[in-house]
Nanobody, 113 residues
Framework: QVQLVESGGGLVQPGGSLTLSCAASGISVAGTAMVWYRQAPGKQRELVASITSGTNTYYYDLVEGRFTISRDGAKNTLYLQMNSLKPEDTAVYYC???????WGQGTQVTVSS
């Protein structure tokens, strides 16, 4: 059974940084295509970043150059490094496999002064 647990969210000022973590069990993140999504209040869930089972990555236009997706096979954990955060990045962030499976609880990111 696949279980993904997101953590690392919080309140940060505009221009700040956060690193989200996604601890996985039941799969090996090193050999699995993985994604980060986010959902802001009143909006649909949107794809933020993805990484293939190899090393190819994809980023949503609005986060490219500011966010970095990566993984640590030894820790079986997926990461999302977020820099230069903006108020419009405020959302609940979710990790998942690709194709997506069941959603976890996500982690709240709030960017506000």
């Amino acid at each position: 059974q696949v279980q993904l647990v997101e953590s690392g969210g919080g309140l940060v000022q505009p221009g700040g940084s956060l690193t989200l973590s996604c601890a996985a069990s039941g799969i090996s993140v090193a050999g699995t295509a993985m994604v980060w999504y986010r959902q802001a209040p009143g909006k649909q869930r949107e794809l933020v970043a993805s990484i293939t089972s190899g090393t190819n990555t994809y980023y949503y236009d609005l986060v490219e150059g500011r966010f970095t997706i990566s993984r640590d096979g030894a820790k079986n954990t997926l990461y999302l490094q977020m820099n230069s955060l903006k108020p419009e990045d405020t959302a609940v962030y979710y990790c998942n496999t690709f194709p997506v499976g069941a959603w976890g609880q996500g982690t709240q990111v709030t960017v506000s002064s």
